[in-house]
């Protein structure tokens, strides 16, 4: 069973920072491309920052690029997003997914994953 689990989520004030972590079991991702998707309250899901794990080509959304940054760690099978500088309008429950390994910048942009993703953790951005 192909599993991802994101953890990290929480409540921070404006400019504040969080990293979350997506941990892989079942499979190994430096053979995938995953995604960080984002989905806010009564808006659709949004791919936010998503690399290839076997080039390291990346891809950010223009609303995040400069203040997120993923990043791996093989040994651990884990992908983590690390988010600076947050704002009110990054508050969403954020997922991790997995998907073979295709065009990241296609496939950030479309939410084009169809493999493993994980049960979403939840990101408030609030003073």
């Known amino acids: 069973q192909l599993q991802l689990v994101e953890s990290g989520g929480g409540l921070v004030p404006p400019g504040g920072s969080l990293r979350l972590s997506c941990a892989a079991s079942?499979?190994?991702?430096?053979?995938?491309?995953i995604g960080w998707i984002r989905q806010a309250l009564q808006k659709d899901r949004e791919g936010v920052s998503c690399?290839?794990?076997?080039?390291?080509?990346?891809y950010d959304a223009d609303s995040v690029r400069g203040r997120f940054t993923n990043s791996r760690d093989n040994a651990k099978n884990t992908v983590y997003l690390q988010m600076n500088s947050l704002k009110p309008e990054d508050t969403a429950v954020y997922y991790c997914?997995?998907?073979?390994?295709?065009?990241?910048?296609?496939?950030?942009?479309?939410?084009?994953?169809?493999?493993?993703w994980g049960q979403g953790t939840q990101v408030t951005v609030s003073s």
């Open positions: 997914a997995a998907e073979v390994l295709h065009p990241v910048q296609a496939m950030c942009v479309n939410v084009w994953f169809s493999g493993s």
């Open positions: 079942g499979f190994t991702l430096y053979h995938y491309t």
């Open positions: 690399v290839n794990n076997s080039d390291g080509s990346t």
